[in-house]
């Protein structure tokens, strides 16, 4: 995860496709900057829980990730 600090106005909850064929969908959570990254370059984001994956989609038709969930309500604010 990145040394900066997260807020939580600046983290944002998407689905994710994993790139390696799986289709296990699940909601994580990512901070605004590493969405706009993947959005430009086209590579995969790293979500609070450190996995790696393409954001896209909405969130609301997926479980949520139960680290990243963790890692979220830990953040101040």
Known sequence: ?????????????????????????FSHAF???????????????????GKKSIPMGEASKYPVCKTCKEIYDRIPG
């Open 1 to 25: 995860m990145s040394s900066e600090l997260l807020e939580k106005d600046k983290v944002e909850e998407t689905t994710t496709v994993n790139s390696d064929g799986d289709h296990d969908r």
């Open 31 to 49: 901070s605004n900057k590493e969405v706009d990254e993947a959005v430009f370059t086209g590579k995969p984001a790293t979500a609070l829980c």
